[in-house]
């Protein structure tokens, strides 16, 4: 990872960002515009938009942390940079991490439940058509049962 990330970052231009597939995993990398680079390393189903936001929080966090001499040199030994753990970890469930991500997933949700709802509607109109066309039925039915029954007893009233 650590290889693949370094060649990613020599390859891309100062302020550029750019989302590269790696095997099964999908290598977002941000280069700033002074040279400053971080790259993250996801899933294909990692929303590339939060990868780029976790990785734009991590190198402005870094940058006032961390002297700009001891980019080039430093090393995880030598550079004390205590945010990353916070913002790994807040970062892990892209839906809590990010507002619009959320967002998105409630309205997909909601997308569906409104969908399920009006198919049951759908499906209660279909069963309020069928009764109304039953009742009709029944309606011609009872008329001629009316006018059947009021012939038979016409004819036992003659009598």
């Known amino acids: 990872m650590t290889f693949t990330s370094q060649l990613i970052v020599e390859r891309s231009s100062k302020g550029s960002r750019a989302s590269v597939k790696e095997q099964e995993y999908l290598c977002h990398v941000y280069v700033r515009n002074d040279s400053l680079a ?85 499906e209660r109109g279909e069963k309020l058509d069928d009764l109304v066309s039953k009742s009709e039925v029944l309606g011609i039915q009872s008329k001629a049962f009316y006018k059947t029954a009021r012939k038979q007893n016409s004819c036992c009233a003659v009598m």
């Not at 734009?56 to 700009?68: A, P």
């Not at 001891?70 to 030598?78: L, R």
């Open 38 to 122: 971080g790259v993250v390393i996801a899933d294909n189903e990692y929303p590339s938009r939060v990868a780029f936001t976790l990785l734009e929080k991590v190198l402005d966090e870094f940058s006032r942390q961390v002297d700009r001499i001891d980019w080039p040199v430093g090393s995880p030994d030598t550079i004390q940079y205590a945010g990353l753990d916070g913002h790994l970890s807040r970062y892990q469930n892209p839906r809590e991490a990010d507002p619009m991500t959320k967002v998105q997933a409630e309205l997909d949700e909601t997308k569906i439940i409104l969908h399920n709802t009006m198919e049951s509607l759908l």
